[in-house]
């Protein structure tokens, strides 16, 4: 499968960003797959995946550890995990985040932590090394 489709990532950014300012009642300022709002102190990574077709997962995700800078520095960080074929968004809070990323591979060249999702039935779930339930997204989604 080739890259992504930037028109259909940018779509999706603009989706999440919009619904997020919807919730917070708060404007936020993107530059490309960072949001912020400095008189809140909320601050969003958006990571996006396309369907795979690979059977231990259906999508994939990076998260950086500029991306985890960048999120702690805020009063309120997010990752949001957009899925570009069913347009699903999930809203993960950092602390959530840093409590199941210590269990997906980590790539030391670039430094960022690989997040695999599979779906079961209806649900999202991150696959984690050495838990065989997974992470479930489901409660997460926006």
């Known amino acids: 499968m080739g890259g992504l489709d930037n028109e259909a990532?940018?779509?999706l950014r603009n989706k999440i960003t919009q619904r997020l300012s919807e919730k917070w009642s708060l404007p936020l300022d993107?530059?490309?797959s960072r949001c912020s709002t400095d008189t809140?102190?909320?601050?969003?990574?958006?990571?996006?995946?396309?369907?795979?077709?690979d059977k231990s997962y259906?999508?994939?995700?990076c998260y950086s550890l500029q991306q985890r800078d960048f999120?702690?520095?805020?009063?309120?960080?997010?990752?949001?995990?957009?899925?570009l074929d069913s347009g699903k968004m999930f809203l993960i809070p950092l602390d959530v985040v840093d409590g199941f990323v210590k269990h997906v591979?980590?790539?030391?060249?670039?430094?960022?932590?690989?997040?695999?999702?599979k779906t079961i039935g209806r649900s999202h779930v991150v696959r984690?090394?050495?838990?065989?339930?997974?992470f479930n997204l489901t409660p997460y989604e926006l």
């Open 105 to 117: 591979y980590f790539c030391k060249i670039p430094k960022r932590y690989d997040i695999v999702v």
């Open 9 to 11: 990532c940018e779509e």
């Open 71 to 83: 999120l702690r520095q805020a009063t309120d960080g997010y990752l949001a995990l957009g899925v």
């Open 40 to 53: 809140h102190n909320k601050r969003v990574v958006i990571a996006l995946s396309q369907r795979y077709c």
């Open 128 to 134: 984690l090394m050495n838990h065989s339930d997974g």
């Open 58 to 61: 259906q999508y994939w995700f």
């Open 30 to 32: 993107r530059r490309r």
